[in-house]
């Protein structure tokens, strides 16, 4: 069992950046592909950003290339998402989910609570 606890969300301007930082429980952090992914009212949950257990590997959504970017620390359990430029349509609850295996988009095993991030235009 992983319990995932996400931090760091809250409402900026468009253009700002916020990190985004989910801590995981457990001794086998490193076996887990971490996401993100986030939701918004009257939409499917859509997702964000992933990497592989031992972060040599990521995968993002276009709707965020090159201005989001995910790291982890495996010595804290922790991985993060640097969110620049935000804009208004990044408006949503983002959640942290771990999982075992391979694909990276979807099936995760565990979830945070999430958080809320608020861009205001």
């Known amino acids: 069992q992983v319990q995932l606890v996400e931090s760091g969300g809250g409402l900026v301007q468009a253009g700002g950046s916020l990190r985004l930082s989910c801590a995981a429980s457990?001794?086998?952090?490193?076996?887990?592909?971490m996401g993100w992914f986030r939701r918004t009212p009257g939409k499917e949950r859509e997702f964000v950003f992933a990497i592989s257990g031992s972060g040599g590997t990521t995968y993002y959504a276009d709707s965020v290339k090159g201005r989001f970017t995910i790291s982890r620390d495996n010595a804290k359990n922790t991985v993060y998402l640097q969110m620049n430029s935000l804009k208004p349509e990044d408006t949503a609850i983002y959640y942290c989910a771990a999982k075992y295996g391979s694909n990276p988009y979807r099936s995760y095993d565990y979830w945070g609570q999430g958080t809320q991030v608020t861009v205001s235009s």
């Open positions: 457990g001794r086998t952090f490193s076996s887990y592909t």
